[in-house]
């Protein structure tokens, strides 16, 4: 089913998020093996993004629905810490996603420095790179880092750097690394700008 949710996320949930006040924009991950997907929407601020929390409740009930979700879904609010681009995504792109918790209370401010300054020089070193963002709820002391590449192949080898730099990084910090995904960039239609 997840082509056919893809196609309504493209041709109606899409252009209708783009028409609300505020709106920067929307992605979809997908991993077609679990059948999990990511919509993420962009908001030019938490006051937008509030905003439009009962505009869009009916749109994510129509994408899942689509995409034959059972109830699993899940809803989170994230600030935007860092953007970085180097290139658009191509047709065929994958994403790397790390979610991280725990750590002491400056965990969050230390995770964007690190992203920063030891992740994001790295990472555009790397073959194939295309994009990376961090995403970080203050409150619970979450973050979630994503790397962009242009291919699967691309991003499977750098499989073995990832792990190495993400246990480094994840020992400095003193977080805990929650989950690591791999997925299809499905859809890309974020104007978040750079914030690296």
């Excluded at 658009?88 to 994403?95: E, K, L």
Aim: contains cysteine.
């Amino acid at each position: 089913m997840i082509d056919g949710g893809l196609r309504l996320v493209r041709e109606e949930i899409f252009p209708a998020v783009s028409a609300m006040d505020g709106s920067i924009g929307m992605s979809m991950l997908v991993d077609r093996q679990s059948g999990r997907c990511i919509a993420t929407t962009a908001w030019s601020s938490e006051d937008a993004m509030l905003a439009s929390a009962d505009a869009v409740q009916p749109l994510r009930d129509r994408a899942e629905s689509a995409l034959g979700g059972t109830g699993g879904r899940y809803v989170h609010e994230w600030e935007v810490a860092v953007v970085h681009r180097d290139h658009a995504t191509p047709d065929g792109a994958c994403a790397r996603l790390t979610w991280l918790s725990g750590g002491d209370l400056h965990m969050v401010d230390n995770a964007i420095d690190m992203f920063r300054m030891v992740i994001l020089p790295q990472l555009q070193e790397q073959r194939g790179f295309c994009s990376a963002s961090l995403m970080v709820d203050r409150e619970t002391g979450r973050v979630v880092g994503t790397a962009a590449f242009d291919s699967r192949e691309a991003l499977e080898a750098t499989r073995d750097a990832a792990a190495r730099l993400r246990e480094r990084v994840s020992g400095e910090l003193g977080a805990i690394i929650d989950n690591v995904e791999e997925m299809e960039i499905a859809f890309a239609h974020l104007h978040v700008p750079e914030m690296a």
